[in-house]
């Protein structure tokens, strides 16, 4: 049953910040015994429209996607110098799980939904495909909650 709230009750995606992705992709496929993804960097500002804490922001991150498992995506982000939620969460907690996501749509109107309970945005973006929200669900839940809508 979907969860009213989100319109969803999968969890898709864990993602954790790392200092060093090459070194922890290689560790992570090891252990798992799985094939090391490609290791990608985000757009830049003109197509990711990066914002953090409201503003517009350069943030990059290397990723690497692990969809080995059937039932959740492992997501590894080593964040750049610039401002972000990535970049705040390594400086401030260091490398461990940064976000819990799930697939949504209408995702603006979930954002406001969330607001209204007191849960914000902290960074939002745009990729290939889709759009990101991460929500400040921190003092309720525990974790960043990762809204994702793809097109």
Not at 6 to 29: N, P, S
Not at 65 to 94: A, C, M, Q
Request: hydrophobic residues 35%.
């Amino acid at each position: 049953m979907a969860n009213e709230r989100l319109g969803t009750d999968v969890i898709v995606q864990i993602g954790i910040i790392v200092k060093d992705i090459e070194k922890t992709a290689k560790d992570f496929a090891e252990f798992f015994g799985v094939d090391m993804p490609q290791i990608i960097v985000t757009e830049e500002y003109d197509k990711s429209h990066t914002q953090y804490k409201g503003k517009p922001t350069n943030a990059r991150a290397k990723l690497a996607f692990f969809r080995n498992f059937k039932n959740v995506e492992i997501e590894l982000i080593e964040p750049d110098e610039n401002p972000s939620t990535w970049r705040e969460f390594l400086e401030t907690h260091g490398e461990g799980i940064h976000h819990i996501g799930v697939f949504v749509k209408n995702m603006d109107e979930k954002i406001e939904n969330l607001k209204k309970e007191g849960i914000e945005v902290v960074q939002k973006g745009d990729y290939t495909g889709g759009r990101y929200a991460y929500m400040d669900s921190t003092d309720k839940l525990k974790f960043i909650l990762e809204l994702l809508e793809n097109f």
